[in-house]
């Protein structure tokens, strides 16, 4: 149910006069892949004690849709993987059903789809991301470590079937899946599902270098001009995708261009972490505890005061750039915001 008490507050502007009407909400940092370029193999997660509850969760998504969030993307860590993750969902059902959230989506990387795909569309998903950075098997697990291919295969058709509508992500590699792009785009076409690349990001120790990974998506485009017929198209989504249309395919392509492209200048979204922290930039360590807040009444005065307050720390943009030294832009990994 939306919380009437904030409902009538005033809109989230901030001081560059961007409305905040989209929330990233990370519900796990933990996963059961560890992708090159997201964490190390080692990765040492949070203590579950941290957690925000699942009622907790959507309390807090409640207040974010009183004050216009009109978008909510689950992510993580894989949201899929969180104990109960078909409670928050049913719980967040009503916000989709009574019309004040226009969309509540989730990116996955796919391997629990085929347990959960109806559960999800019963809940008022719609649309979801789902991370692929290859059809290649080989080079699937070369990526993701620890992902079973054929899972997330098998997860991808019953979201199909189900009548989810699909995006795949991919994340450019040089040298690891640069050259497997062309074959993405053609399976993606045959499936009726658009796809979005992604320049990596320099979030985070991965314990390895940046630089050999980071492939500039201009780079790959002069590629894909060769391969394919890619027209113009003014498709926008409110998000730092552009896109473009495969002519050959009829499904667009979307470049996420972070580093050779600023995208920020039209950002309308904020991040909160499973342990509550709001990030108001995915490339800035600037953050508010909204645990406190939220945990110190049962009414959302003090949560939505505390929203107000970040929001008018958001910054202008970003700082993401790779160094040679291949240094992290920022310390957290993108497994605690959720992408
Ligand atoms: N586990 C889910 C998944 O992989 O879809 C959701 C969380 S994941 C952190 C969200 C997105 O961030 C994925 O599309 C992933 O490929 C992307 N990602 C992770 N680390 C990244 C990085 N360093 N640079 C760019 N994208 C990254
Ligand atoms: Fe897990 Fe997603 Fe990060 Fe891969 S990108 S390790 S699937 S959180």
């Known amino acids: 149910m ?16 961007r409305t905040i009407t989209y929330l990233r909400l990370s519900v796990t940092d933990r996963c059961d892949f560890r992708c090159v370029y997201c964490m190390s193999e080692n990765m040492t997660f949070l203590p579950k004690k941290d957690l925000l509850s699942l009622e907790e969760l959507i309390r ?46 989730l990116t996955t990387n796919g391997s629990l789809l085929s347990e959960y795909s109806q559960g999800l569309y019963d809940c008022g998903v719609r649309r979801i991301n789902v991370s692929l950075d290859t059809i290649d098997p080989d080079t699937f697990h070369a990526i993701t470590r620890w992902g079973k291919y054929d899972r997330v295969m098998a997860g991808i058709d019953s979201a199909l079937k189900v009548g989810l509508k699909l995006k795949i992500n991919c994340v450019a590699l040089k040298g690891v899946n640069d050259h497997q792009i062309n074959d993405l785009i053609q399976w993606c076409g045959d499936k009726g599902m658009d796809l979005t690349l992604i320049e990596s990001m320099p979030m985070g120790d991965i314990g390895e270098l940046r630089p050999e990974q980071y492939m500039p998506l201009s780079v790959v485009r002069e590629q894909l001009d060769k391969q394919w017929t890619l027209r113009h198209s003014d498709y926008l989504t409110g998000g730092p995708s552009r896109y473009v249309e495969v002519a050959e395919t009829g499904q667009r392509l979307g470049f996420i261009t972070p580093l050779t492209n600023n995208f920020c200048a039209g950002c309308n979204r904020v991040r909160v972490t499973c342990t509550g922290k709001l990030y108001m930039c995915l490339g800035q360590d600037d953050e508010t505890d909204l645990r406190t807040p939220l945990r110190a009444s049962e009414g959302n005065q003090l949560l939505s005061y505390a929203i107000d307050e970040a929001i008018t720390r958001k910054p202008k943009s970003h700082d993401f750039e790779i160094t ?16």
């Open 324 to 339: 040679k030294d291949g240094a992290p832009a920022v310390a957290r990994h993108m497994n605690v915001t959720g992408g």
């Open 60 to 105: 807090l998504s409640s207040v974010f849709v009183s004050k216009g969030v009109r978008k909510i993307r689950i992510s993580g860590g894989e949201p899929l993987v969180r104990k109960g993750i078909m409670t928050f969902f049913e719980g967040m059902a009503p916000l989709c059903h009574e019309g004040d959230l226009k969309e509540l989506t």
């Open 2 to 17: 939306i919380d009437n008490s904030t409902k009538n507050g005033s809109q989230m502007v901030d001081p560059f006069g």
